[in-house]
Each structure stands twice: as structure tokens, then as C-alpha cells.
């Protein structure tokens, strides 16, 4: 127990504290008794936090008894009146922050409880200040100094609190004055973090977007502190996020450095969509933030860039994926209109040469390299030919090399999801050169899918090609409620008809980052990438653009995955009610290999792919009932969960050269709800399943299928 000339000390430290700030002598000794009645004369409670419970008792008192408050405010007038208006002036170790007093009042009604305490607070952690009383109004001086009205209680001059130590400060203003700018470039995104607050102070600095460290923070009276946060600055612009947050608010927090702000955001970003590409930057992301807004600002095609790059203009993603698939280079010519399109021919006329530096970035994106139109993006080039010299190119999409979360699909790739009976962690080197076969190929009974050559082996082949083309030889599970058959009921309100059954597919499984092997061990190879020399071309027919190799491929090669955005069911019918019906071509894949092995699939279980938007080359690849040239196989890499999964396309046969690449899309021509569209067949085959195709004068060839 304290001695009672300490307590005695304590009890007065309490009331100057409380006074030395405004509050009546009295009223702080007769809340300061009662409070100790209350804690058991716990002092440490008391003076926590540089008495953040008496103040807020104090808050209390008034909020109970706003008379007493008026009352108070009138006598602090009378009281201050000698010296007619008072500025509380706080300093720290000389040259320091300054928080400015209003007109003398302690506090205003206006002002909230937990801002007053905040405000408090904040001024009794500066030991060392100094109170010196002013003017009531304080006015915008030098630049960075905010204005502040007659009930505002604290001005913060902005301008001296641009480090990062710098404490929060608090402050009450009612007269907004926008600062001046220098910056007349800058960008200035305003990002409400806080949805319930409005009438934000702007306190912008002139200095702030040069430098990325610092910030201004100012808070205005509803509870929000607004932060001016400078992240980027480079040839382009600046750009700063502002804030409000009632948050923040108070002396615990602190503005953490742009270089923290980033990474947090880049992990951020990979928690919400799954998969990043790995040289992701939230720099270079506000980076083209800039070059957006500027080129949305401006309009104009005006240099920004020096290198030139051999592209064709192609039109508008949305207007083009609402047109049709290929359109004559002069029309795209004019869809550009003016100097930035004025490209000129190369020696082999089938490419044009733009200089990129006329282009505005929105635009530069929806163009292909007719010489790759991987962009790099894979191990190999893929050139566009054919149609090319006709003026004719596919329709623009952007091109990815890897799957891509859409938004709700529930993809978790997770090492914990890996267990021992899913990964071969004691393996070294190449799997498939071990006596044994190791844990990966479980999956496929036992054995390696793949010989060491890197071709699918002959007998897993002809299961798979048998569960294609000879379907109802192989067991099949059928849903109780099936997700395609659910969309249709709930997105189109079609009466659901009962599952059609999906038959139950044979996976391969590769090794993948758990596992001892090396990169190139002989069980990866979907994971490698294409490594195949390929084409996109302009079929002769009616089906629009294809793909083909211009190399002969072997049997049971892997040609190339077909990727795309992963999206649910419920997602691919809505994306499919926008633009199906504009759209000449659709490009979705389900992922229903494995819908069996659970009861009822929630929405985000129930996954497909869509190529319509971002794709690979896979999307050019074109269907042929029955007898295509390659087959589509489930392969799982990263997850054993089975809802998302690779579709790789391996060849059935040997192909030659320059001979298109087809697919059985597993396409039901009857059924006009599906979410894989029909179109009218012009495959070829002679199994065609297209009845359409049949009634328009090919009856002889009979259905074999089904
Ligand atoms: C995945 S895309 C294939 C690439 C497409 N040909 C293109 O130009 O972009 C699928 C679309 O191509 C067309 N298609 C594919 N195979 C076809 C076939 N056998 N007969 C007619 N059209 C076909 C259909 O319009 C279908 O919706």
C-alpha cells in the first residue's frame, strides 16, 4: 500500500493532468473519488494509458449532464475572456508538431466521446508540452496548415508531421479548405476504407507525392481521421490513396512505409485469387493505375514509349467477343481511326509494324503478335497464319499460361492439403528411373502414366479414348442434384431435368513441389508447359480459328492444357447470359471428372473453365464428334482435391504436320441449356453427332454413339 503523501501526490498529478487540459478543479476531484470508490483505489487502472478511464468518466459526466457542460462552457468563456481566445499549443523538444486551441473552449458538444478522450489523450503523452493560448481563429498560413472554424478545438499543421514516427493527432476543424497543389499531374485515388464516414477534411501537401514515406492525417468531426498516403511517383504522375478511417484513430496506430504497404497487399492479393503470376508488383499495378488515367484522361495516342513491336490491331475485346470471330484488317484499321494505327507493312506482308510508343496501353493490350501470340507467355512461339495475309485475325482475349480464379470458385492450393499418400517427399531425382513406382502413381493404379520418353502410355490411353468414344462401357455416377442441372433452374429458371449422368474419369497424377524428385522428373510433364511447335490458323471451313502442329506428333503426346479462368457454375450461366447469345464462339470446359465421389456439390465446388476472356491456345482448338486427334485428360498437380484439376490434351494418334487438332468436346447438340453451347457441326466426321448436320443431308452416316 502506498504511502498516503504518494497517494495524496497521485490524486493531485490526476487533477492537474484533467485541469491543465480545461477541466473544472472540482469536477475532476469529484469523478476522480468516484472513480477510486469504484476501482478500489487500483491506481494503475487510473492512470493507464495517461488516464484514459478519467477521462472518459469525465466525457461521461458531461454527455449526462449537458447543462453542467453549457454551464461549464459558460464560465470557461467568462474565463477566458481577458484573454480572448486561447490557442493550446503543444511542443515537443522544441521545433515539434503543434496542436492549436481553438477558441479557448475545452471541448464542443459536437465532439465526440471517444475523440475527446483520443484528443486527450494524445495531448497528455507530449510531457514536455508547452500551452500557449491564441487566437480563436486559427487560418490557413503557410501551406499544409489547415484552416480550422471557431468551435474547432486543434489545428495539426500538417506540414511538420511528415515522418513516420509521427503520432496521430486529432483534430475537430469545421472549415474545409482545399489546400493548394502543385502537382497538377496527380492522381489521387480516394478509397473510403471506413463506408460510414463522410465529409472528409483534405489536407493535400504539396511535398507529400514526392516523397513515398510520408503522410498527412488530419481527422475531421465525424469520428475519421483522414490520411493522405503518397505511393508512387515516377514519369507518369503521382499517385496517393486517401482514407478515412475512425479506425486508426488514436495513438497506437502508426502509417506503415510503402515498402510494407505493398507487400502486405501482394500477400493480400495472392490469398484472394489463389494464383499470381509471380512477378506480380502492387507498384507496377499503380504503376498502370497512372497510365490508365492518363490515357482515359487524355484521349490522346501521344508517345510514352520507344520500341516498336511487330503486332496487329485487332477491335475491342467486348465488341469483338459480340461479333464475330475474325474481321478484315481494314475495318480494324478504321476501328483505330488515326495516327496510332498507321502502321506500315513489313517486307512478308503478313505483319504489320506499329510503334508501340503511339499506342495507349488499353489499346496496346488488345493486340496480337501475329509471331507469337503467347506474347512470350510459353516456351515456344505460336504464330497466327493463314488469314493473316487476308487481313483477318482471331478475336482479341488476353493470353495466360496458367488457370485463373475468376472470383467464387473454391480452389485451395494449400501443402497441408498434400498428404504423405499424395506426394513422393523421399524420391530423388527422376521418378519414372526407380525399380518401384513411388506414391504419385497411386492414382493411376499403381503404374506411371507416362513413359520414359514423355508420351502417355498406350494402354492408359486407350481407357481413356475407350470412356470417350464407347461411354456407356464405362461406369458413369449420376448426381441427386447436379450443379449443371441446379444452374438451369436457378439462373434460367428451366425446369431441371434429372443428371445426365458423368462418367467417372481416370486422373493422372504428377509429381509436383512436395515431392523429392527433381523439375524434371519424368511424372511432370503437363506442368512443363507446351514444348510442341503449334499454329493458330484459319480453318478452311466454317468453324472459325484452329490449331495444328507444325511438326509431326507422336501418339500420346502432350499437345497443350486447356486454360482459362476457373469459374463456378453459377458463374459460367451468368457470364453466359450476357454474351451467348452475341457471341459466335464460347469457350467454357466443366470440370465434372470427379463430381461423383460427393454427395451434394456446394456452387464454388463445382467449377469450369472458361477460355472466353483469358485463354491459352487450347481455345482455338475446334470439336470433332468421336474420333478427334486428341483427347482431354484430368491431370491433378497441385491439389488431390479433385474440383480443380488440369485438362490436358494428349494426342489419340499420330498426327501429321500441319494437320488441325480436334477434340470431343462430349458436346450434347440436343441439349440447348447446357452450359457448353452447341453450335451447328461441321466436324467432318463421319460419326457426327449433330443431328442438324444429319437432317441437312448426311442421314447415311449413322449415329454410332449412344
Ligand atoms: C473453343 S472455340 C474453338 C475456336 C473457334 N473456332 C474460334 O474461332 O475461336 C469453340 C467454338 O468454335 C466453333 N466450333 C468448334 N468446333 C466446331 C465444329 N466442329 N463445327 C462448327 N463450329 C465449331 C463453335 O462456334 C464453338 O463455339
Known amino acids: 500500500m502506498a504511502a498516503p503523501n504518494a497517494l495524496e501526490e497521485r490524486f493531485n498529478d490526476a487533477v492537474r493532468s484533467m485541469t491543465s487540459i480545461g477541466y473544472r478543479k472540482e469536477t475532476v476531484e469529484r469523478i476522480l473519488k468516484k472513480l477510486l470508490t469504484v476501482y478500489g483505489h487500483n491506481w494503475v487502472h487510473i492512470e493507464a494509458d495517461n488516464y484514459t478511464t478519467l477521462v472518459n468518466a469525465l466525457c461521461d459526466a458531461d454527455d449526462k449532464n449537458p447543462k453542467e457542460g453549457q454551464k461549464k462552457r459558460a464560465e470557461k468563456k467568462n474565463l477566458d475572456s481577458d484573454h480572448h481566445n486561447k490557442k493550446i499549443k503543444i511542443r515537443e523538444h522544441g521545433q515539434k ?3 492549436i486551441h481553438g477558441n479557448g473552449e475545452r471541448e464542443s458538444t459536437e465532439v465526440p466521446r471517444q475523440q475527446k478522450a483520443e484528443a486527450t489523450k494524445t495531448q497528455l503523452q507530449k510531457q514536455s508540452s508547452q500551452i500557449v493560448m491564441k487566437e480563436p481563429k486559427v487560418e490557413m498560413g503557410l501551406a499544409g496548415t489547415i484552416t480550422v472554424g471557431e468551435s474547432s478545438s486543434y489545428v495539426l499543421k500538417s506540414q511538420e508531421y511528415l515522418t513516420s514516427e509521427t503520432p496521430l493527432a486529432v483534430m475537430y476543424p469545421k472549415v474545409l479548405q482545399p489546400s493548394s497543389h502543385n502537382g497538377h499531374e496527380d492522381a489521387h485515388l480516394i478509397c473510403a476504407a471506413d463506408k460510414k464516414l463522410k465529409g472528409v477534411l483534405v489536407a493535400h501537401e504539396g511535398q507529400m507525392a514526392n516523397a513515398c514515406s510520408s503522410q498527412a492525417i488530419v481527422s475531421c468531426r465525424d469520428f475519421s481521421t483522414k490520411f493522405e498516403v503518397p505511393l508512387f511517383s515516377s514519369a ?4 496517393s490513396f486517401s482514407f478515412n478511417s475512425s ?5 497506437d496506430f502508426h502509417m506503415p ?28 499495378l499503380l ?3 497512372c497510365q490508365c488515367i492518363l490515357d482515359l484522361g487524355s484521349g490522346s495516342n501521344e508517345a510514352r514509349e520507344r520500341s516498336s513491336i511487330q503486332m496487329l490491331p485487332v477491335p475491342s475485346l467486348q465488341s469483338d467477343q459480340n461479333s464475330s470471330s475474325h474481321m478484315p484488317l481494314s475495318n480494324l484499321m478504321r476501328l483505330g481511326g488515326n495516327a496510332a494505327f498507321s502502321g506500315r507493312r513489313l517486307n512478308n506482308s503478313s505483319n504489320m509494324q506499329v510503334i508501340q510508343n503511339q499506342l495507349p496501353t488499353s489499346v496496346k493490350r488488345q493486340y496480337h503478335d501475329v509471331n507469337d501470340i503467347t506474347k512470350g507467355e510459353e516456351s515456344v512461339s505460336i504464330p497466327i497464319v493463314s488469314g493473316v495475309e487476308d487481313g483477318v485475325l482471331p478475336p482479341p482475349f488476353y493470353y495466360i499460361p496458367h488457370n485463373t480464379n475468376f472470383q467464387d470458385a473454391y480452389v485451395n492450393i494449400s501443402f497441408a492439403r498434400i498428404g504423405d499418400e499424395n506426394c513422393c517427399s523421399d524420391c530423388f531425382g527422376d521418378c519414372l ?25 498406350e494402354e492408359f490411353l486407350d481407357v481413356l479414348i475407350s470412356m470417350r468414344r464407347e461411354p456407356l462401357k464405362h461406369p458413369h455416377f449420376y448426381c441427386t442434384i447436379c450443379p449443371i442441372e441446379r444452374m ?8 431441371p431435368d434429372a443428371c445426365k449422368g458423368h462418367i467417372i474419369k481416370k486422373f493422372i497424377k504428377e509429381c509436383w513441389r512436395k515431392c523429392g524428385c527433381s523439375r524434371n522428373c519424368g511424372n511432370r510433364v503437363v506442368q512443363r508447359g507446351i514444348t510442341r511447335n503449334l499454329q493458330v490458323f484459319m480453318t478452311p471451313g466454317k468453324k472459325g480459328w484452329g490449331l495444328r502442329p507444325s511438326e509431326k506428333l507422336p501418339q500420346g503426346a502432350f499437345v497443350c492444357e486447356y486454360v ?6 453459377t458463374e459460367l450461366y451468368e457470364r453466359n447470359n450476357q454474351i451467348t447469345g452475341k457471341a459466335k464462339h464460347t469457350y467454357p470446359v466443366t470440370l465434372d471428372a470427379d463430381w461423383g465421389t460427393e454427395g451434394v456439390l456446394k456452387d464454388e465446388e463445382a467449377l469450369c473453365l472458361d477460355a472466353t476472356f483469358y485463354g491459352n491456345v487450347a481455345r482455338f482448338i475446334n470439336h470433332r464428334c468421336f474420333d478427334g486427334n486428341i483427347i482431354d485428360i484430368p491431370v491433378e498437380i497441385e491439389t488431390p482435391d479433385h474440383h480443380y484439376y488440369h485438362v490436358a490434351f494428349f494426342t489419340t494418334r499420330e498426327v501429321d504436320a500441319f494437320e488441325e487438332l480436334t477434340w470431343d468436346y462430349g458436346i450434347d447438340f440436343d441439349d440447348v441449356n447446357h452450359p457448353v453451347k452447341a453450335f451447328k457441326c461441321y466436324c467432318g466426321s463421319k460419326f457426327c453427332r449433330d443431328k442438324s448436320r444429319i437432317s441437312r443431308g448426311s442421314k447415311s452416316r449413322a449415329m454410332v454413339l449412344q
Open 287 to 289: 504503376d498502370d493505375v
Open 488 to 495: 438451369k433452374m436457378e439462373v434460367n429458371s428451366v425446369k
Open 247 to 251: 479506425l486508426a484513430n488514436g495513438s
Open 236 to 239: 507518369q504522375g503521382k499517385l
Open 97 to 99: 508538431p503543434k496542436l
Open 257 to 284: 512505409d510503402v515498402e510494407s504497404i505493398c507487400k502486405a497487399m501482394e500477400a493480400r492479393c495472392l490469398r484472394t485469387y489463389k494464383i499470381l503470376e509471380p512477378n506480380f508488383s502492387f507498384m507496377k
Open 433 to 457: 528411373a526407380e525399380p518401384l513406382p513411388c506414391a504419385c502413381a497411386t492414382e493411376t493404379g499403381g503404374e506411371f502414366a507416362y513413359t520414359r520418353d514423355g508420351l502417355l502410355k
Open 564 to 569: 482459362g479462368e476457373i469459374l463456378t457454375n
